[in-house]
């Protein structure tokens, strides 16, 4: 289940009063105790502080976007140099910079 139906699920099911039902492939388990499409949710095991979630989830961002600033910048609804900052403070390293 991608986020945009998620939310649209969770709208609707709080809007009326009623009960959420989410699908158990919204948290990443396809039913079979495979991991679902979304991943699985081993990231939680060890209990990362939210500090260190926010930095792999940036992290996973920019990889899964081929280091496209933009794109992750505009995923995370934030601008370009507010991500520039997030890397900087979770030490992500550097960008490349291409010089013409």
Same mark, same amino acid.
Do not use: W
């Given at each position: 289940? =991608?986020? !945009?139906?998620?939310?649209? &699920? &969770?709208?609707?099911?709080?809007? /009326?009063? *009623?009960?959420? =039902?989410?699908?158990? #492939?919204?948290?990443?388990?396809? *039913? +079979?105790? #495979?991991?679902?499409? %979304?991943? +699985?949710? /081993? !990231?939680?095991?060890?209990?990362? #502080?939210?500090?260190?979630?926010?930095?792999? $989830?940036?992290?996973?961002?920019? @990889?899964? @976007?081929?280091? +496209?600033?933009?794109?992750?910048?505009?995923?995370? =609804? !934030? /601008?370009?140099?507010?991500? $520039?900052?997030?890397?900087?403070? $979770? %030490?992500? *390293? #550097?960008?490349?910079?291409?010089?013409?």
């Amino acid at each position: 289940m =991608d986020r !945009v139906a998620l939310a649209e &699920c &969770c709208c609707r099911g709080l809007s /009326d009063g *009623g009960e959420l =039902d989410v699908p158990e #492939t919204a948290f990443g388990e396809s *039913g +079979n105790g #495979t991991p679902g499409p %979304q991943g +699985n949710m /081993d !990231v939680f095991a060890e209990h990362p #502080t939210l500090e260190e979630i926010k930095k792999r $989830y940036i992290s996973h961002l920019l @990889t899964s @976007t081929h280091g +496209n600033m933009l794109r992750a910048a505009a995923i995370l =609804d !934030v /601008d370009r140099r507010s991500l $520039y900052r997030m890397m900087a403070r $979770y %030490q992500l *390293g #550097t960008p490349v910079r291409h010089r013409r």
